[in-house]
């Protein structure tokens, strides 16, 4: 059975800083693309950021491309998201996900494997 579980959100203030994490097991993690994504409240959710299976090539969407940094640690088939100088916009559910395919992906579509999501809160 693949669980996904992400940990680390919470509420903090405006130019602050969260490190989620997102705990894989169930499958072979190194052969996973990982993604984040988030959806505020009444809006769609929407591609954050992915990376390859080592960590070679890495995509952002522009609202937090120099602020959101995402990493794997493929020893211990953990995901991160760092994310710094947070703003109220930055409020969201963070989901990670998991893509069998090779290449990256922004397409929710194309990952097989949520989580349950956590919770970040940005007050202003």
């Known amino acids: 059975q693949v669980q996904l579980v992400e940990s680390g959100g919470g509420l903090v203030q405006a130019g602050g800083s969260l490190r989620l994490s997102c705990v894989a097991s169930g499958l072979p993690f190194s052969e996973y693309v990982m993604g984040w994504f988030r959806q505020a409240p009444g809006k769609e959710r929407e591609f954050v950021a992915a990376?390859?299976?080592?960590?070679?090539?890495?995509d952002y969407v522009d609202s937090v491309k120099g602020r959101f940094t995402i990493s794997r640690d493929n020893a211990k088939n953990t995901l991160y998201l760092q994310m710094n100088s947070l703003k109220p916009e930055d409020t969201a559910v963070y989901y990670c996900a998991a893509d069998h395919r090779y290449s990256i992906s922004r397409m929710q579509t194309t990952y097989d494997y949520w989580g349950q999501g956590t919770q970040v809160t940005v007050s202003s």
């Open positions: 990376t390859s299976r080592r960590g070679g090539s890495i």
